[in-house]
């Protein structure tokens, strides 16, 4: 009885050793707080979706703007006379005092989503680093525009499996990638038909060096999406 008393607080003692060698760090504890494990003890990933394309059998294609560099008001009057349901990735670093022109833009139906603070490629960042980026870009929308974000798309549509972890910690819906994207006047496809097709994703990156404004592109891209019978719908709807 003796040998068998000392060999279990011999482990319990263990046990209380290997739980105060564990780490303490908050950052390292949410971290790991979206990992889940299965009955076997399996690792599986976050719960948080990454999608570049809705699966839906509406007629519908999603438009999605990224940065916030350009800041047209005729953009604004645009989305406000067609009732565009667009959806805007913000990059506070990018907008720097212009976030009154994106209050304008939600006042007129556009929602407002979160594209980090500073744009920094996120795919092999610590976690903390990551964190910041999306948490930081959060609480920035959150406190400016009274609407906590669903919805992350990582800068240059790159991330990991960290970029998950942090997003889930964070509170996004989901990672929002896109199927297809307007180059100038045309649309680049990746994986899939060459063509708009029900429930796509589309991107307008910002970019100055086309020649076309904003409305310009919009609009040619509005052209495009009515003569393949569809239409623009709220991507928040959907996911």
Known sequence: MRASTAAVAAALAA????????????????????????????????EVPVVKRVRTSDKVV?????DGVEQDPRFVELVRERRLPVSMFLTDSVIGPGYGHFARLQSVGASLQNHTLDHAALRGLPYAGQRHEICGQQDKLASRFGLRPRLFRPPYGTYDTTTLRAATDCGVGAVVL??????????????????????????????????????????????????????????EDYL
């Open 178 to 235: 896109w199927r297809a994207a307007m180059q100038g006047d045309h649309l680049t496809y990746g994986t899939g038909p060459h063509r708009l097709l029900p429930g796509d994703i589309v991107s307008l990156p910002s970019t100055e060096t086309t020649g076309l404004t904003l409305v310009e592109r919009t609009t040619r891209l509005l052209r495009e999406i009515e003569g393949a019978g569809l239409r623009v719908g709220r991507l």
């Open 62 to 66: 999603f438009l999605t703007y990224d």
């Open 15 to 46: 046990a209380l050793l290997a739980g105060c060698a564990q780490s303490v760090d908050p950052i390292e504890r949410l971290g790991k707080k979206a990992v889940t494990y299965g009955a076997k003890g399996v690792r599986s990933e976050p």
